[in-house]
């Protein structure tokens, strides 16, 4: 059974840095996207960033320049690194990622339980 677990989260100032990581684990014959999303109360769930098993990155517009995505695929993890952190980016953060379980032709969508990021002003 594959599963994603996050660590990393915690309570920071404004301005301050979190990493955040996610480690995949089971039967994994191999990984696509990996990623992380965040949502903080009353809102949607957002992409924050993602990378593509090729290292394609995407990060949303209110992060670039601050966060930066990164894989280790021997591992199996992707981590995030949070700088200048602002209280807006409160929220409950979830590694994501396309993975194709050992013995099976395709693949699945699947989520970690979340770690809660504050950022006090």
């Known amino acids: 059974q594959v599963q994603l677990v996050e660590s990393g989260g915690g309570l920071v100032q404004a301005g301050g840095s979190l990493r955040l990581s996610c480690a995949a684990s089971g039967s994994i014959s191999s990984i696509n996207a990996m990623g992380w999303y965040r949502q903080a109360p009353g809102k949607q769930r957002e992409l924050v960033a993602a990378?593509?098993?090729?290292?394609?990155?995407n990060y949303a517009d209110s992060v670039k320049g601050r966060f930066t995505i990164s894989r280790d695929n021997a591992k199996n993890m992707v981590y995030l690194q949070m700088n200048s952190l602002k209280p807006e980016d409160t929220a409950v953060y979830y590694c994501?990622?396309?993975?194709?379980?050992?013995?099976?032709?395709?693949?699945?969508?699947?989520w970690g339980q979340g770690t809660q990021v504050t950022v006090s002003p």
């Open positions: 994501n990622a396309d993975i194709k379980p050992g013995g099976l032709g395709w693949s699945y969508e699947y």
């Open positions: 990378i593509r098993s090729g290292s394609s990155l």
